[in-house]
């Protein structure tokens, strides 16, 4: 049985209807407002989406880095707040309780124990115990890697680099 991976997207939410997703976006929680879909209001989440799994040989733009994996859009207000961080929480523990194999997060926060807990737990947990594969973003800084991609080692932490192979700003 050729069993589809998926990948949580904790971001601004998903345009599920774009073209490169081909109806793969399986599951939807929005913590904003309540709802369970959720359409993107900024893009990023639908950027960040098309980066992991854009479907290939579309003659569209771009393929993704994983074409056939199945997408979950999970959405999240990315201001800083205390409420803020702590809906993030929830939305990783959501992703990994239902079924995510890859949580994807590419925002930074500020130190939180309750974000902690929630990371360790899919790490830990996630995929019936085998643990999911978390992904964050090293951050946009010109210093070490910002929180919580610099949690722990087991996190997979990414940054970007220019057209020109600089890093990104």
Aim: hydrophobic content about 45%; proline content about 2%; some cysteine.
């Amino acid at each position: 049985m050729d069993e589809k991976i998926s990948i949580a997207i904790l971001d601004s939410g998903i345009n599920a209807n774009h073209i490169d997703f081909d109806r793969r976006v399986i599951a939807f929680k929005d913590f904003v407002n309540n709802k369970s879909y959720a359409y993107d209001d900024n893009g990023h989440g639908t950027h960040v989406a098309g980066i992991a799994a854009a479907v290939r040989n579309n003659g569209l733009q771009v393929a993704g880095v994983a074409p056939d994996a199945q997408i979950m859009s999970v959405s999240n207000q990315l201001m800083f707040s205390d409420m803020m961080t702590k809906k993030l929480a929830y939305g990783i523990n959501w992703a990994w309780r239902n079924g995510a194999d890859v949580i994807n997060c590419s925002w930074f926060s500020y130190n939180c124990e309750m974000l902690a807990d929630a990371i360790m737990q899919a790490l830990e947990n996630g995929r019936s115990g085998k643990g999911c594969i978390v992904v964050f973003a090293a951050g946009n800084t010109d210093g070490a890697i910002t929180y919580p991609g610099s949690l722990c080692p087991e996190i997979l932490t990414v940054g970007a680099l220019s057209p020109t192979g600089e890093k990104a700003d």
